[in-house]
């Protein structure tokens, strides 16, 4: 488990998503870097059921439930600036069971599936996003393993993102920030897929708002 | 072949006759136990049955004495044999039969030989080469010269108390290196060196001299399943693998025969320059990487960051 930096990468112009993520994985081939299978990262948002917004009289705060193939028997539960909680896989029957409390807002699902790549101690993963049945947008995570404390490799991994993503290279992550110079967890990439999928969605939003 | 080289010290005949006797002994020492554990035995009279016990006890005592004094008779015949091996168990190795074949012991003695007598000739031209050095440097190398006035012949000596306290002073040294020193193979020190949350590095020692380096990541593991230092597998990283090259090539470089302390302090102090190993860009090209490693290499005398084919 290393330092992972995940970030959205914008359709090319006159390109489809498809096309754009071909353009990436062209480039990292190119770059030497190795196909390894594939990924994916699923993201499921639950709303604080009516009854209880009602008794606290407070508006219903969202909890978002993931899972990563990379850690194929965990499950984790996020509140939006909120605790990160890492559970056992059998996370999501225990939701099923609380949805007097929590229900599952299935049109809200969103995941990232794609091609899992390696280079040198990199591991990169070019995913399209996906919410229902139609593609919404290109997720790119690059990961360096050796290194577990965030702002020790900002910059390297900078420099590798800079050589196949050029000027959509994106800025330091969020959580980075809060790290100091603790120990990177997996928690902290979910965080990032959580804030890149809630990014993803508004997008979506803004022409139906043009619209009216 | 096994009988030459056991005969000079070895009786065979003895030998067998010895694993016989001490057979003897312990069943005559079972007996005295059983007839202790059965105690006096049914007869008429009191005074009968204390007899009867005294007796058989007494016999069951003589036959013990009879035997243990048979098994140190027969002891003396034997011989030393393991002892004589000046290389302690790799003397077994002269007993493989096939000598012919695997002439390993006979190799062995020749390189034993052979390192000492290096370590040897080593010894006196470093000497004389201090007292000759040119000024430049001769300095430094005076003032500790008068420290040590006789250093050791061979250092391969250091009693561990000595070796603790070097490593211990060093420890103290560094406050971002800590050093946990462990000897599970006998007296030779094994050290696990964590350095920040960068990387961990395994030092085999032999005396104060350092054998192997092994780097790994802060968060590979180090330890075997049984619990022990894990020296033999590498990192799983490319990068850590570069760098337990370098180390062993700053092991060949730091070499001061006389000194072999400050060779230690030396390469520690080398090793500490990787606490920036993913933060320091190559002082020659600039960049963070190159073939997706960062600046693996530290220049033995100023520690600056180069990557592998950056620097010269
Ligand atoms: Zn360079």
């Known amino acids: 488990m290393g330092v992972t930096c995940v970030a959205q990468v914008p359709v090319a112009e006159g390109k489809s998503v498809q096309q754009t993520v071909e353009l990436l994985t062209r480039k990292l081939e190119l770059l030497g870097a190795e196909k390894q299978g594939t990924f994916c990262v699923d993201c499921e948002t639950y709303h604080t059921a009516a009854s209880t917004i009602s008794s606290q009289g407070q508006t219903g705060k969202l909890m978002y439930v993931m899972h990563n193939s990379e850690y ?20 999501d029957i225990l939701m099923v069971k609380l949805k007097g409390f929590f229900q599952n807002a299935k049109a809200n699902k969103i995941e990232s599936r794609g091609t899992r790549y390696q280079y040198c101690d990199f591991l990169v993963k070019v995913g399209t996003v996906t919410m229902g049945p139609s593609a919404r947008g290109i997720s790119v995570e ?12 900002w910059n390297l991994l900078m420099e590798f993102m800079q050589s196949f993503m050029g000027n959509h290279t994106p800025g330091i992550p969020s959580v980075f920030g809060t790290k100091h110079d603790s120990t990177y967890s997996p928690g902290d990439t979910m965080v990032q897929y959580m804030e890149l999928f809630n990014k993803i969605r508004k997008q979506q939003q803004v022409p139906v708002a043009g619209i009216r | 072949m096994a009988e030459g080289v056991l005969s000079p010290g070895v009786n065979l005949e003895a030998f067998s006759q010895a694993i016989a006797a001490i057979q003897a002994l312990r069943s005559s020492v079972t007996r005295v136990f059983d007839c202790l554990k059965d105690g006096m035995r049914n ?26 004094g048979e098994l140190e008779r027969l002891s003396n015949l034997v011989g030393k044999p393991s002892e004589n091996h000046p290389l302690h168990n790799s003397g077994l190795l002269s007993l493989d039969p096939v000598q012919d074949k695997t002439p390993l012991y006979s190799q062995l003695l020749q390189a034993y030989k052979w390192s000492n007598k290096l370590q040897y000739h080593a010894g006196l031209a470093s000497g004389l080469l201090n007292q000759q050095s040119l000024k430049r440097s001769a ?6 010269a008068k420290r040590r006035p006789k250093a050791q ?7 561990p108390q000595y070796v603790d306290d070097v490593i211990n002073r060093i420890d103290r040294m560094f406050p971002e290196m800590s050093i946990q020193l462990s000897r599970p193979n006998g007296t030779s020190a094994m050290l696990l060196v964590t350095l920040g949350k960068v990387l961990k590095v395994i030092v085999v020692m032999r005396s104060l001299f350092i054998d192997r380096t092994i780097v790994k990541g802060y968060s590979e593991n180090v330890y075997t399943e049984d619990g022990k230092l894990d020296i033999w597998s590498k990192s799983n990283y490319q990068v850590f693998q570069k760098v337990t090259d370098h180390a062993t090539t700053a092991l060949l470089h730091y070499q001061l025969p006389q000194m072999p302390d400050v060779v230690v302090r030396s390469f520690m102090t080398w090793l500490r320059s990787y606490i920036k190993l993913f933060q320091a860009p190559c002082q020659r090209c600039g960049k963070f990487l190159q073939d997706g490693l960062p600046p693996t290499w530290r220049d033995f005398r100023t520690l600056e960051a180069f990557h592998d084919t950056c620097r010269q």
């Open chain 2, 139 to 144: 300095n430094q190398m005076g003032v500790s």
């Open chain 2, 43 to 68: 007869k008429e009279t009191l005074e009968g049955r204390e007899k009867g016990f005294v007796a058989a006890f007494q016999e069951s005592l003589h036959s013990v004495s009879r035997d243990l």
């Open chain 2, 153 to 159: 012949p061979t250092t391969l000596v250091l009693p």
């Open chain 1, 142 to 153: 690059v990961e360096y393993c050796p290194c577990v404390v965030a702002n020790d490799c």
């Open chain 1, 72 to 91: 194929p028997l965990s499950c984790f539960g996020l509140f939006e600036n909120g605790p990160c909680l890492i559970a056992d896989a059998n996370f």
